[in-house]
């Protein structure tokens, strides 16, 4: 069973950064796609940004600020977060599509911006 770890949520200062990391148990070589999501209380889960093949997406909250990145010797990825606002707080997960088509997720790490 595969398994994605995230650590790195906390609370964080409007203007301060973060780091999350998803740790997964197998080779991120066997995801074709691999991607951050959030999901602030009472609302949707949502797209942060996402990594498949050569290319990255952001959305526009998250364009400029946030940087998606992976570490194929660690089979890690991260999500750094910089000039963070009280509107990024949610809890965030990863998620991970296998070239079968399997997806899996992370079980959440809660990232709170308050002063």
């Known amino acids: 069973q595969v398994q994605l770890v995230e650590s790195g949520g906390g609370l964080a200062q409007p203007g301060g950064s973060l780091r999350l990391s998803c740790a997964a148990s197998i080779s991120i070589f066997s995801f074709n796609a691999m991607g951050w999501y959030r999901q602030a209380p009472g609302k949707e889960r949502e797209l942060v940004a996402l990594i498949s093949g050569g290319s990255t997406v952001y959305t526009d909250s998250a364009k400029g600020r946030f940087t998606i990145s992976r570490d194929k010797t660690k089979n890690t990825m991260y999500l750094q977060m910089d000039s963070l606002k009280p509107e990024d707080t949610a809890v965030y997960y990863c998620?991970?599509?296998?070239?079968?088509?399997?997806?899996?997720w992370g079980q959440g790490t809660q990232v709170t911006v308050s002063s």
């Open positions: 998620r991970c599509r296998t070239v079968q088509q399997n997806v899996y």
